[in-house]
């Protein structure tokens, strides 16, 4: 950890200066992990958290859906906020209120709790992520950024590997007989040192109180998700009754006046004349709705290797590693293909998605519970390359010709409707898996397959509306 005496240690200030630049880079990057780690490791840890805990099927959609709500829901106005407020500021409170939510998720004594502390979670989080952009711009010479920038993807990429496979460890360790709660609690020793070298590290700024912010925009949003995803899933747990109903037209009408407000306020979370481009929409929507149908897919496989194949948490951990490995593999890969590729490549990483799935639900309607770990390799590893092909594609495109003055809104924009698309797959694809488990996981996890690759088919027309090129300059 550095500090502002490190000048006095016989080294030049430059030389100081680029420490505490790399040291103010490993902060940042530290809590995108921590987000990033615990945006996923639900993904392993649903069964066995429903299994001591309860819930049923309810708790394991909620799990995964109300990080990526509230994270997705907020993500604009925690941007807005430190421009207002300092990103320093919200950096700090972000990390420490991140940590605090983790404690409470770790010690959560009912479903409730803890679906209630991931919204928390999530919340806290979305205050923290927007700001590192602005704290390493600040910090980092305009000729040196490109270098920060660079070692995001690598890093993002180990911890999505990583993650899951150290959650799925600490469950099976039982440390202290806890079962799952560690991968939680973990984040006060973890987000405590980032909060510590964040306090002694990041530059001081004051934020400008003229910024707008659109609260109104927000909360409706807010609101349509939260009205949404609970009729579906109530729906899904205990029947379509007045309930269910009447929460999903109420985010219906959230959504109308949404949609409404962003007309109208003076400062709306996505510009108009953004929605009136036809290569962002089109981006947009291919972006939510094949987001959802693959992050959807990846919490089924891991229900069906834990509740069907009898895999541990770490055994499922380890058995998702060809698909994480695709994932990181054709995201890297992509970023030095898409200025001569440009659309072409969303395409190749539907038709890989496609293919992947394909060859998944074949061997799955094959073999049923008999499935092997080895025979799920190769149609995983196909999965993520396909999965990574358009991570790394997708919203880049969309933003290929857009005017230079909205690249920061329409990148916003995208980041966050990306972490809602999460949570309506979260939400959406594990419905089907529920509510055709009655004939056997297996059949279930077949019927789930040919959903994802029905969406993902779909998907594919719309590669034609999108621009042909990412911009020159890619955003980061």
Not at 175 to 198: D, E, K, Q, S, T
Not at 445 to 453: D, N, P
Request: net charge neutral; proline share 5%; hydrophobic share 50%.
């Amino acid at each position: 950890m550095l500090s502002d005496s490190d000048t006095d240690t016989g080294q030049t200030p430059q030389a100081a200066s680029a420490k505490r630049r790399w040291a103010i880079l490993a902060v940042v990057l530290a809590a995108d992990v921590l987000d990033l780690v615990d945006a996923t490791i639900t993904n392993i840890a649903a069964p066995a958290i429903t299994e001591d805990l309860g819930g049923g099927p309810a708790l394991i959609q909620w799990l995964g859906a109300s990080y990526a709500l509230a994270l997705g829901v907020l993500l604009v106005v925690g941007g807005r906020l430190g421009d207002k407020y300092g990103r320093r500021r919200l950096f700090l409170a972000g990390l420490t209120g991140f940590t605090l939510a983790s404690l409470a998720c770790g010690l959560a004594p009912t479903p409730g709790t803890l679906v209630a502390a991931r919204l928390v979670q999530g919340a806290f989080g979305a205050l923290v992520i927007p700001q590192g952009f602005g704290i390493l711009g600040a910090a980092w010479p305009r000729e040196h950024i490109g270098k920060a920038f660079s070692l995001f993807g690598p890093v993002m990429g180990l911890s999505a590997v990583g993650g899951p496979v150290l959650a799925g460890f600490l469950i099976d360790a039982d440390l202290g007989g806890l079962g799952w709660r560690p991968m939680f609690l973990i984040n006060l020793v973890l987000g405590g040192a980032a909060l510590l070298a964040a306090v002694r590290l990041l530059p001081h700024d004051d934020g400008d109180r003229a910024t707008a912010i659109d609260g109104l925009g927000a909360t409706l949003l807010g609101a349509t998700m939260l009205g949404l995803l609970s009729g579906l899933i109530e729906g899904s747990a205990n029947g379509w009754t007045a309930t269910p109903v009447l929460l999903v037209a109420a985010g219906l009408a959230a959504f109308a006046l949404f949609c409404r407000r962003q007309t109208t306020a003076p400062d709306p979370l996505i510009r108009p004349s953004l929605l009136r481009n036809r290569g962002f929409t089109s981006g947009l929507v291919l972006g939510v709705v094949f987001f959802a149908a693959v992050s959807g897919l990846l919490y089924v496989i891991s229900l069906f290797l834990q509740q069907c194949l009898g895999r541990s948490p770490s055994e499922t951990a380890l058995g998702l590693l060809p698909l994480s490995a695709g994932i990181v593999i054709a995201s890297i890969a992509c970023y030095g293909l898409i200025g001569r590729f440009g659309r072409a490549l969303v395409l190749a990483g539907l038709l890989i998605t496609l293919t992947g799935t394909g060859w998944l639900l074949a061997q799955t309607a094959a073999t049923g519970t008999d499935t092997g770990t080895w025979a799920l390799v190769p149609p995983l590893l196909v999965i993520g390359i396909g999965m990574g092909t358009c991570f790394g594609t997708v919203y880049d495109v969309t933003i290929g010709d857009i005017a230079q003055e909205e690249a920061g809104s329409a990148s916003g924009s995208l980041s966050a409707v990306q972490q809602l698309a999460n949570a309506i797959g979260a939400a959406t694809v594990t419905t089907v898996f529920f509510k055709t488990a009655r004939d056997g996981t297996a059949h279930a996890m077949t019927v789930s397959l040919a959903v994802v690759a029905g969406v993902t088919l779909l998907c594919c027309p719309l590669v034609r509306l999108l621009p042909r090129e990412a911009p020159e300059a890619r955003p980061h």
